[in-house]
């Protein structure tokens, strides 16, 4: 599977397991899957391909995971493609961007996207999906960039040494939840296109957590590694806010998120 189109590629099928291929060198996908749901694609070596790594158009409720994504156009491309979940995969060293969402929801946890040319991850007109405990590190542009994304909930996530930690084109997304996600040392922790934000920085209920051996509810933001803000109480949690253009996280984090053992969320 290699030096060709495609190295495999799936239309209009239904409990197909594609695991443990080679799909490398093509001129344009790995893995490529068309209208095809209920699917299996894991433990592949997707890299060097010219587009992507993996690319799905119209499919749903596939299950993506343990894949090697390197050194192609894109690592994950979905299009279209919505309950799908990316799991546990490496998109590293891709020319443009490790995980790329267009007009799709899906579950994405647990990835590396890091030396991405591009942004870790991109949502590009993808509502309501779930992004949490991925590494998005140094990549030139974005660790995590939103366009046109909304109500999507972004949570324990690490974005470091970026050029942005979190991109967000504020005047089309928005009622996105942004919590629990650790900013170390990017050129600009934040980064945003419009004055006006309308997202929401911290947990969307308090939480009982633990920090340095006491127990707290409150609701939780982010860790910001250039917030310089006091914490005279020792709850683990800035006294003022970390400034966001016109928005603010009201509750962000003197340390990395890993330092606080979440116990549970308190309905209010």
């Keep these: 599977m290699k030096n060709a189109s495609v190295g495999v590629e799936v239309a209009f099928s239904s409990n197909v397991t594609i695991r443990g291929n080679n799909c490398s060198n093509n001129h344009d996908a790995g893995i490529h899957f068309l209208y095809s749901n209920d699917n299996a694609i894991s433990g592949n070596n997707c890299s060097n391909n010219g587009c992507d790594g993996i690319f799905l158009y119209d499919s749903s409720n596939n299950s993506i995971s343990g894949n090697n994504c390197l050194d192609n156009g894109a690592g994950i491309d979905l299009y279209y493609s919505s309950d799908n979940s990316i799991a546990g995969n490496n998109c590293t060293n891709n020319e443009q961007t490790g995980i790329h969402l267009h007009g799709s929801r899906n579950s994405i946890s647990k990835n590396n996207c890091s030396n991405n040319y591009g942004d870790g991850i991109h949502l590009d007109g993808s509502d ?49 939840g942004i919590y629990l996600n650790n900013f170390i040392n990017n050129s600009n922790n934040i980064a945003t296109q419009s004055s006006m934000t309308t997202n ?19 609701y939780l933001g982010n860790y910001w590694s250039d917030y310089d803000g ?11 806010p970390y400034i966001i253009d016109s928005d603010e996280d009201d509750y962000p984090l003197v340390m990395p998120f890993t330092n606080y053992f979440v116990r549970t969320e308190v309905t209010t």
Excluded at 200 to 218: A, H, L, Q, R, V
Excluded at 230 to 240: C, E, F, N, Y
């Design 230 to 240: 006091s914490d005279a109480d020792g709850d683990g949690l800035g006294d003022s």
């Design 128 to 176: 309501t999906a779930c992004i949490s405990n991925n590494n998005c590190s140094t990549n030139y542009r974005a660790g995590i960039r939103l366009h046109r994304s909304n109500d999507n909930s972004i949570s324990s996530n690490t974005c470091s040494n970026n050029r942005d930690g979190i991109l967000v084109f504020f005047n089309d997304s928005y009622s996105n």
């Design 200 to 218: 929401i920085w911290s947990s969307p209920s308090k939480i009982e957590y633990t920090y340095s051996g006491k127990t707290f509810t409150n």
